[in-house]
């Protein structure tokens, strides 16, 4: 019997040292299971047991994770399936060689492409990759060019390692279609958002991604709280909720909410009041309490078979549970001590070799189930506070500060043309977009926030930067977040411009995005905008050189004018040092 017989959490749960040797029979028949596979077919299983084996503590050196590197290294010049581009991509990520960098971007590009209008993936992410396509990048993706930008604007090389793309990832990228008009599923797209996450350390623009990912989840939750497999689309039935896919859905809000803090971080904290009701928030809480109820079949004289909800499993199941308790660090759901429960299970049901059952392959259930055991997290710049304050969640420890305590106030301006790099229309549409939000009702506000922050052309950013120039509160802030948001689509170049636009609301989101895309090309820039005039501008100069450079030279909070030029001086300084 593949399922899982989960013991009532009145059971005696499983000790640390017993746990330490199911892992460890795990790995060994891991190991000697990789051994003996050179499927080419096999490249999702075989990454997700080199992610055990790594979690587990083998080491990167040991020969059995050099042979799936190499091997997974060549298997994936060709692979356009969403499940093998993730997995692969988080095996090379987590082993954490430089020169892997770009096989990640590789895979990352295909991902992206590969996403479909609603924010979600399919099995298949592209069309099949010609065979021209595979010689090419055998040849070149092992040569240590990587160029800045995006997959649009190529610029000067860089060695493995820096925030930089490949360049034939670059010119391979623009050659790849999505598969069109898939149906999409949240088991695959839930392994998509894992890598997509983590593919932006690695210098690929993943933003409008992930925005799309907020908009499929926040669309689909249903009224009790759950996602499905199949997320209803506009002209389609809702389908069966599955406890796994709620686990997809909250992994997705996690992102949402990491970025959102990672905003918040880079900016004067806001004067204490009430905030604003936070639909990421809300969804949160309303999917853990669905997961809670899954859970709580736990308790009781009972023993309780807990499935993913389609029959295929409750490995699966239980690691989307470890996953998603893990990032926002929640130990019980439901009263449930959900590790204590999951792991007596697994060391109870492991088989004799080592290996645990599971329908899809010995291998997988294998993997997921030390994974589970080693409470891994496989982006461990996700990170979570507790089941009862999702507002603390962060996604990088260089935006963990914030920009300063002082209070700022920014006075009010009336509604004119923004500075040179703000090109106004005949129309003026910018003035009018602003006019328009400036005067949206509550329950439209954020749905015309959304495309100003989204919409291309510069009557958008035009718009935002007019409307944060009118006003205050909560709204103030909301419209500030969604201007720094767009400003991360922005070439280096426009980023500089704006850098020095005559609008300190589109400096200081110039300021932002410039740090939140890691662009270190800008650092001078951004030294020079510690001596802003502007009290908005250089507290936030100066947290985005925090998360650049991991340095502080000031200034410090209410700093004077003297005290910004002594900063800068400091800055400059330590910069002329790093670049001898």
């Not at 399936?81 to 892997?100: I, K, Q, S, V, W």
């Not at 300063?404 to 910018?430: F, I």
Request: hydrophobic share 40%; charged share 25%.
């Amino acid at each position: 019997m593949s399922m899982i017989l989960l013991c009532s959490a009145a059971s005696s749960a499983a000790t640390p040292e017993a746990i330490a040797r199911s892992i460890s029979r795990g790995a060994t028949f891991l190991k000697a299971d990789l051994a003996g596979s050179n499927d080419e077919n096999a490249v999702g299983a075989s990454s997700l047991a080199g992610l055990a084996l790594l979690e587990s503590g083998v080491p990167a050196q040991d020969p059995a994770i050099e042979a799936l590197r190499q091997r997974l290294r060549d298997n994936t010049y060709s692979e356009a399936r969403t499940y093998n581009l993730a997995l692969a991509l988080m095996f090379f990520d987590r082993l954490g060689h430089p020169e892997d960098v770009p096989w990640i971007q590789m895979l990352a590009c295909r991902l992206l492409v590969g996403q479909q209008p609603n924010g979600g993936w399919d099995y298949e992410s592209i069309l099949p990759i010609p065979e021209a396509m595979v010689q090419e990048l055998k040849k070149n993706l092992r040569t240590d060019e990587l160029v800045a930008g995006n997959i649009q604007s190529p610029a000067k090389p860089l060695l493995p390692g820096g925030n930089r793309m490949h360049a034939e990832v670059v010119k391979q990228s623009l050659r790849l279609r999505r598969v069109p008009d898939q149906a999409t599923d949240n088991s695959n797209t839930q392994f998509a958002v894992l890598a997509i996450w983590i593919a932006r350390r690695h210098g690929v623009d993943v933003e409008r991604s992930l925005a799309l990912i907020e908009q499929r989840f926040l669309r689909t939750q249903k009224n009790d709280g759950t996602w499905s497999y199949h997320p209803p689309e506009p002209m389609g039935q809702p389908d069966h909720a599955s406890p796994s896919m709620t686990c997809s859905g909250l992994l997705a809000i996690a992102t949402s909410l990491a970025r959102r803090e990672e905003r918040n971080a880079a900016e004067p904290k806001a004067a204490a009041g009430v905030r604003p009701v936070d639909p990421r928030e809300v969804a949160a809480r309303r999917g853990f309490a669905a997961l809670a109820q899954t859970l709580a079949a736990l308790e009781g004289p009972a023993r309780a078979d807990v499935q993913r909800g389609d029959g295929d499993g409750d490995l699966y199941y239980l690691w989307s549970v470890e996953r998603v308790c893990v990032i926002y660090k929640i130990e019980k759901l439901a009263g449930v001590d959900w590790y204590a429960v999951g792991s007596d299970a697994l060391v109870r049901s492991q088989n004799a070799n080592g290996s645990w059952n599971y329908r899809p392959g010995s291998t997988a259930g294998t993997a997921l189930a030390i994974l589970f055991l080693c409470r891994s997290n496989l982006a461990k710049d996700l990170k979570g506070v507790g089941e009862e304050q999702f507002t603390e969640l962060r996604s990088t420890a260089r935006l963990k500060e914030n920009v300063s305590s002082a209070k700022v106030t920014t006075p009010k301006v009336e509604l004119k043309p923004a500075g040179p790099t703000l090109p106004t229309p005949a129309t003026d549409q910018g003035v009018l977009l602003a006019a328009e939000l400036l005067k949206a009702p509550a329950n439209d506000w954020s749905t015309l926030l959304v495309r100003l922050r989204d919409e291309k052309g510069p009557s958008f950013t035009r718009g935002l930067v007019l409307a944060v120039n009118k006003l205050d509160g909560d709204r103030k802030k909301e419209a500030r977040d969604a201007l720094a948001d767009r400003l991360t689509r922005m070439t280096v170049p426009t980023l500089r411009e704006m850098l020095g636009s005559e609008e300190a609301e589109l400096r200081r989101a110039a300021v932002l995005a410039s740090a939140m895309k890691e662009e270190k090309d800008l650092i001078p820039d951004l030294i020079r905008r510690i001596r802003d005039d502007s009290p908005v501008v250089w507290p936030a100069a100066r947290a985005g050189l925090r998360s650049l450079t991991g340095q502080d030279f000031g200034p410090p909070t209410a700093a004077t004018a003297e005290d910004r030029s002594r900063a800068q001086n400091d800055w400059n300084a330590w910069y002329a040092r790093t670049k001898k």
